[in-house]
């Protein structure tokens, strides 16, 4: 069971960047995906969830109306579309899985991949 985050980078601020959580040895179709993040100093905090159905999507109030989570179950991926970055994006962002909902406890979780945003 392996949660595989991708597509972080470098972007200038008020740039875009699409972040992709693949799973493999597992279907994500039963799964709540969230995505997390954890910047230099300080905490990790949930950025976004999206229920197994994609009926239902949660956003950090920072990031609403910025960031778009989306999940293709025929590709095992789940998406994070970051629009508008800010400089105070910058983290490493990571992939988690549950079976339980998008407020428990995450039970899978996949390296992180690197998001620096400049001024």
């Known amino acids: 069971v392996q949660l595989q985050a991708s597509g972080g980078g470098w972007v200038q601020a008020g740039g875009s960047l699409r972040l992709s959580c693949a799973g493999s040895?597992?279907?994500?179709?039963?799964?709540?995906i969230g995505w997390f993040r954890q910047a230099p100093g300080k905490e990790r905090e949930g950025v976004s969830c999206i229920s197994s159905s994609g009926d239902s999507t949660y956003y950090l109030d920072s990031v609403k109306g910025r960031f778009t989570i989306s999940r293709d179950n025929a590709k095992n991926t789940v998406y994070l579309q970051m629009n508008s970055l800010k400089v105070e994006d910058t983290a490493v962002y990571y992939c988690?899985?549950?079976?339980?909902?998008?407020?428990?406890?995450?039970?899978?979780w996949g390296k992180g991949t690197l998001v620096t945003v400049s001024s």
């Open positions: 040895g597992f279907n994500l179709d039963y799964y709540f």
């Open positions: 988690a899985a549950t079976m339980a909902g998008c407020y428990y406890g995450m039970d899978y």
